[in-house]
């Protein structure tokens, strides 16, 4: 099974401030990463997929990065509503598996 | 509009079993590779199984192999999941997934469904 890394676990950032969330894979997934926003009792939406595509309808200061087994979720300028919890997950190999999450609070 | 409503969760003793239904709306449902997503109180997100477009085609978490079962209807635009043998450890609310066209991304999702094994 391929294990997903995420850090930091959690990340306290004020609105305006840029935020960078990492995600380490156990063995290369190439560019089949995706990442998903869940905001508390809600659940997740897919922000990114294949490392780098915006989903449909997710702003442009959203944007993904990487391959192999080093990903990059970066939120340029954060918003109130971007506050949640972001997961990596990948398809490079069955079972499909998702990271621990990382946590974006306000400062 | 995509919705996907999930039913059939509740409060079940060890060993039991139950049905999750997922009924679909506002997509072909007969296009689409569908999933069942898990997640334990406070923790994190687990998938549990996929299904290809008829049926024919299914894959488990090593977890689930063996107790729980992935089925559909395409005549209904239902998604079932049957569970056996449950264990405290399956407590968690599942989410019914649908994949973003063959791609096993998660595009759309429904609201979830409380399952609670306790005695």
């Known amino acids: 099974e391929i294990v997903l890394t995420q850090s930091p676990a959690t990340l306290s950032l004020s609105p305006g401030e840029g935020a960078t969330l990492s995600c380490r894979a156990s063995q290369s997934v190439s560019s089949y990463l995706a990442w998903y926003q869940q905001k508390p009792g809600q659940a997740p939406r897919l922000l990114i997929y294949d490392a780098s595509n915006r989903a449909t309808g997710i702003p442009a200061r959203f944007s993904g990065s990487g391959s192999g087994t080093d990903f990059t979720l970066t939120i340029s300028s954060l918003e109130p509503e971007d506050f949640a919890v972001y997961y990596c997950?990948?398809?490079?190999?069955?079972?499909?598996?998702f990271g621990g999450g990382t946590k974006v609070g306000i400062k | 509009e995509v919705q996907l409503v999930e039913s059939g969760g509740g409060l079940i003793q060890p060993g039991g079993s139950l049905r999750l239904s997922c009924a679909a709306s506002g997509f072909t449902f007969s296009s689409y590779w569908m999933h069942w997503v898990r997640q334990a109180p406070g923790k994190g997100l687990v998938w549990v199984s996929h299904i290809n477009v008829d049926g024919s085609g299914t894959n488990y978490a090593d977890s689930v192999r063996g107790r729980f079962t992935i089925s559909r209807d395409n005549a209904k635009n239902t998604l079932y999941l049957q569970m056996n043998s449950l264990r405290a450890e399956d407590t968690a609310v599942y989410y019914c997934v649908r994949d973003l066209k063959t791609t096993n991304w998660f595009d759309s999702w429904g609201q979830g469904t409380l399952v609670t094994v306790s005695s």
């Open positions: 997950q990948q398809r490079s190999r069955w079972p499909l598996t």
